[in-house]
């Protein structure tokens, strides 16, 4: 199987090489032989040298590894599970989001902003599937009528001047089952199949020179005195691996697997925040993802849809005691579905509780001891270790802000 040209790749030739991948059963892409002989040299501990390591292939970790080995750099992605993508990238809400709420000014609202504008230009440009939906923030009361203009004000500090006041006679009219008595519709806003946009970089990285080793837990390591990263490589295969440049883009684990690797910079803690979603049974009674006004510091248990047309309602908010990823249970509690019912019932009176399913639940890295907790993106300049990146608390936008960020991080070590 050959390579697909780069300057014509399209999420088709993505899906003929994982295609390949799988019925051979093995992990890369054959055409790659340096992987291939990293995976056959049987030596104990072996150490290979390797230009440039991303960890964590989930959405942000492939975006930056397809950034750099666009800009010439030879990477090596490695991924502690079978499979890319296995955790928060799986596990979201798949909105591509206009950058209404963020702080004007943060990383979160930047990427934010710059990411939704390359996002839809990539999707269009590779045949990954996505659809510019829309979205309404929905007041139910006078008082909730009254944030409706702040809200707006705030977006457009964060460069967003697309929003629109409809009254609430208009917002019933383009969705019929609405309660509301106004509402903010967000044009921009939209939805997007991550797995096929994650399978698209890849391919992309991969058709550069990018290759990529599943099951690749780094245990350990070192920043050894010239600056390159020695790395511990369990699994099915350990290795030693030093790379001149390291991205640790490992999501949940970024602070531990930092923190494994004697030499680095201090890694901030997180906090862990599981968000579990309800299915609805049926047909979705909405064209448009449905936002209650944000209170009590959320923006509350809200309508989005997939490119299937299946509704789902959620995340919910669970601050988790323990901030060991390991220790995740992402099982949905049947019990919160009376909470859900409420909460939708507010914006959609014809929500019965029996209609909602246990879907899925996804987990969010914030930065500790923050309100408003921002990205965290640490390059040479800041931590002054070497030409290493280092990403903390990348939650939501993360999926609208992937290409952006990469960017960043491409631009601090190339």
């Not at 697997?257 to 925040?273: F, K, N, Q, S, W």
Request: aromatic residues 6%; hydrophobic residues 40%.
């Amino acid at each position: 199987m050959t390579c697909p040209d780069p300057r014509n790749f399209h999420l088709s030739d993505a899906r003929a090489a994982r295609a390949f991948r799988e019925k051979l059963a093995i992990p890369f892409l054959p055409s790659y032989p340096a992987a291939k002989s990293i995976r056959k040299r049987r030596k104990p501990l072996d150490t290979f040298d390797v230009d440039t390591a991303v960890a964590g292939a989930g959405v942000i970790g492939i975006a930056i590894a397809r950034a750099l080995a666009l800009a010439g750099k030879d990477v090596l992605l490695l991924e502690k599970n079978g499979l890319i993508g296995e955790e928060t990238s799986a596990r979201n809400s798949e909105v591509i989001h206009a950058g209404i709420y963020y702080d004007p000014g943060s990383l979160k609202a930047q990427h934010c902003l710059r990411g939704k504008a390359l996002l839809y230009q990539f999707c269009e440009e590779r045949g990954v599937p996505y659809r510019r939906c829309g979205k309404l923030i929905v007041a139910t009361d006078d008082r909730e009528a009254g944030k409706l203009t702040g809200i707006a004000d705030h977006a457009r500090a964060n460069g967003v001047d697309d929003l629109t006041l409809l009254e609430g006679r208009d917002a019933v009219a383009i969705e019929p089952v609405l309660t509301a008595v106004a509402a903010l519709n967000s044009p921009s806003t939209g939805i997007i199949d991550s797995h096929a946009l994650m399978l698209a970089l890849l391919g992309e990285a991969e058709a550069h020179g990018a290759q990529t080793l599943l099951s690749a837990r780094i245990i350990g390591g070192e920043l050894e005195p010239d600056g390159r990263v020695l790395l511990e490589i369990g699994g099915p295969d350990p290795m030693r691996l030093r790379a001149r440049s390291f991205v640790n883009a490992a999501g949940l684990w970024a602070t531990d697997l930092t923190r494994r690797i004697d030499g680095m910079p201090p890694a901030p803690d997180l906090e862990l925040v599981k968000g579990s979603y309800f299915t609805l049974a049926g047909k979705a009674p909405f064209s448009r993802l449905i936002y209650p006004v944000p209170r009590d510091g959320g923006l509350g248990v809200h309508l989005t849809l997939d490119l299937g047309g299946q509704a789902k309602f959620g995340p919910d908010t669970d601050w988790l005691s323990d901030s060991d990823p390991a220790q995740i249970d992402y099982g949905v509690d049947e019990s919160r579905r009376a909470a859900f019912a409420a909460a939708i019932r507010q914006y959609w009176n014809g929500i019965r509780e029996e209609d909602l399913l246990p879907g899925y639940s996804g987990v969010r890295p914030k930065i500790a001891g923050a309100a408003y907790p921002d990205f965290r993106i640490m390059g040479p300049d800041s931590h002054g270790a070497g030409p290493h990146a280092f990403l903390y608390g990348i939650e939501s936008p993360g999926l609208t802000a992937c290409l952006s960020i990469a960017e960043e991080v491409a631009g601090m070590l190339t």
